[in-house]
């Protein structure tokens, strides 16, 4: 079955600190790895995308990183600001006929405190 | 403004009404989706256009929910007879096709008292 599975749920950090933030899936055959930022109320805004043969890709502040042997990934936030807080998504798409077939994680959710 | 837009961003209705929502992708983008959101969790995939042919729905959009994409531009979503259990963010989102990134819109969120 495929699925994608993201921790910790939640995380609070002060504001200038680093973080980072996990993600496990089992999805086949795959295609390429996603993670998005979604502030309340708000359509997710994507960060990142890296296929398969990629193992690191950054976005400013934000550098994601890809382990296709182990099927990890994790999205590493450098110096917090008080913006960061929100909702960060890991959205796998698996290899179709048609189209890439795409499963979400349930999200971690952000918040930083000044 | 370039991006994806959803209408209306907020709607409540009393249980048993119907609702429609309205999508616009990004100009050519041929591919839109719909999915559903509910607090604290992951978006949920209901549907998938490839221009104005619906490729795939999931098992989630029951009988009440219809989408259409006449002219393989804008998008509706239709939901009959709504439930509270339908109160969730509806979200759009559009893509060119070959590894595609997905654009996502602002997400209408309904509310069934």
């Known amino acids: 079955k495929n699925q994608v599975e993201q921790s910790p749920q939640s995380l609070i950090i002060l504001e200038g600190k680093n973080c980072t933030l996990q993600c496990n899936y089992t999805v086949s055959p795959f295609s390429n790895l996603r993670w998005y930022k979604q502030d309340t109320g708000r359509g997710p805004v994507s960060l990142t995308i890296m296929t398969f043969s990629e193992n690191t890709k950054s976005n400013g502040r934000y550098t994601a990183t890809l382990d296709a042997d182990t099927k990890q990934s994790s999205l590493h936030i450098t110096a917090s600001q008080l913006s960061d807080s929100a909702s960060y998504i890991c959205?796998?798409?698996?290899?179709?006929?048609?189209?890439?077939?795409?499963?979400f994680g349930p999200g971690t959710s952000l918040s930083v405190i000044p | 403004d370039t991006g994806v837009s959803q209408n209306p961003r907020h709607k409540i209705t009393k249980r048993g009404q119907n609702v429609t929502f309205r999508c616009d992708p990004i100009?050519?983008?041929?591919?839109l989706y719909w999915y559903r959101q509910t607090l604290g969790q992951g978006p949920e995939f209901l549907t998938y256009?490839?221009?104005?042919?619906?490729?795939?729905k999931s098992r989630l959009l029951s009988d009440r929910f219809s989408a259409e994409r006449p002219k393989g531009s804008f998008s509706t979503l239709e939901i009959q007879r709504t439930e509270q259990g339908d109160s969730a963010m509806y979200l759009c989102a559009s893509s060119p096709g070959g590894v595609n990134e997905q654009f996502f819109g602002p997400g209408t969120r309904l509310t069934v008292l």
């Open positions: 100009s050519e983008h041929n591919r």
């Open positions: 256009f490839q221009n104005e042919a619906q490729l795939e």
């Open positions: 959205v796998v798409s698996a290899m179709k006929t048609s189209y890439d077939k795409v499963i």
